[in-house]
C-alpha cells in the first residue's frame, strides 16, 4: 500500500478506504467500489471542467464540452489508471484475473474513478485534484484543436466532397479470445483505395481505419 500511496500523491488515514475503491464486485458484490465510482466520476468532472474552463477562456461551451468528454471517457481512465499502476493491486475474483480482468478498460477505469472518490473522502478536494492532475497532465496536453472523432471528420469530408458519399465500414475478421478479441475493419469510400484498422472493439476498429483514410488524404483533423 505504501509504494501504491506514493504514486497516488496522499497517505490514507483510513486504507480500508482505499482497499474498498480497488475492490471488483466479483471479488465482493456488498463491499465493491461501485459506490465510490459513482462519487468519484463526478469530482473528475467537475476538476477536468475547472481546469478546462481556466486553460481555454475563449472556447465556447460546445468545444468545452467535447474536451472534456475526451478527458472523462473511460479510455482516459483507464490510461490514468494503468500509468498510476493501479491493476497490480486490484482486487478480483479469481476467474475474472485470470481471465484478463486487471487488463479490462471497464474495471480499470471504474477502480481509478473509485481511487479519485477514496482521495477525495480521505484527504479532500486538493488531494483528488493532485492526482488527476498528475495523471491527466499529457492527455489535456494533447488535446486536438478538432476534437471530431476521426469516423466524424472521415464522414463529413466524404459527405462534403466530389463524390457525396457516405463511408462504408466492414469487418474482415475477429481474432483472439473473449476476454481480448481483436478486430480488423476496413472502410472504403467511392473509388477511393480502402484502409484497414485494429482495435480491441469493432468501434475502435472503425475509427482507425476512419483514421488511416484521413492521413491518407491528408484531412487529419489539426
Not at 486553460?55 to 489508471?81: F, I, M, S
Amino acid at each position: 500500500m505504501s509504494a501504491l500511496e506514493a504514486r497516488l500523491g496522499h497517505v490514507f488515514r483510513d486504507r480500508d478506504l482505499l482497499q474498498r475503491a480497488l475492490t471488483h464486485a466479483s471479488a465482493n458484490a456488498a463491499a465493491s467500489n461501485e459506490r465510490l465510482e459513482f462519487l468519484g466520476d463526478r469530482v473528475l468532472g467537475l476538476v477536468i471542467a475547472e481546469k478546462l474552463h481556466t486553460e481555454y477562456p475563449n472556447d465556447p461551451e460546445g468545444l468545452l464540452a467535447l474536451k472534456l468528454n475526451a478527458l472523462v471517457r473511460k479510455d482516459a481512465c483507464a490510461a490514468a489508471a494503468e500509468a498510476a499502476g493501479l491493476a497490480e493491486h486490484l482486487i478480483l475474483a479469481n476467474s475474472e484475473s485470470a481471465s484478463g480482468g486487471r487488463k479490462k478498460a471497464v474495471i480499470l477505469a471504474g477502480a481509478c474513478e473509485a481511487v479519485i472518490a477514496a482521495l477525495y473522502l480521505d484527504g479532500g478536494m486538493d488531494a483528488a485534484r493532485s492526482f488527476i492532475d498528475r495523471y491527466w497532465a499529457g492527455m489535456a496536453a494533447s488535446l486536438n484543436k478538432d476534437m471530431r472523432d476521426a469516423k466524424t471528420a472521415l464522414q463529413e469530408w466524404a459527405q462534403s466532397g466530389p463524390m457525396k458519399s457516405a463511408p462504408v465500414y466492414s469487418l474482415l475478421r475477429r481474432d483472439g479470445p473473449d476476454h481480448a478479441p481483436r478486430f480488423v475493419v476496413e472502410v472504403s469510400i467511392g473509388k477511393e483505395p480502402p484502409e484497414k484498422g485494429e482495435g480491441s472493439s469493432k468501434r475502435e476498429a472503425e475509427q482507425a481505419a476512419a483514421g488511416a483514410m484521413l492521413k491518407r488524404l491528408g484531412q487529419l483533423p489539426a
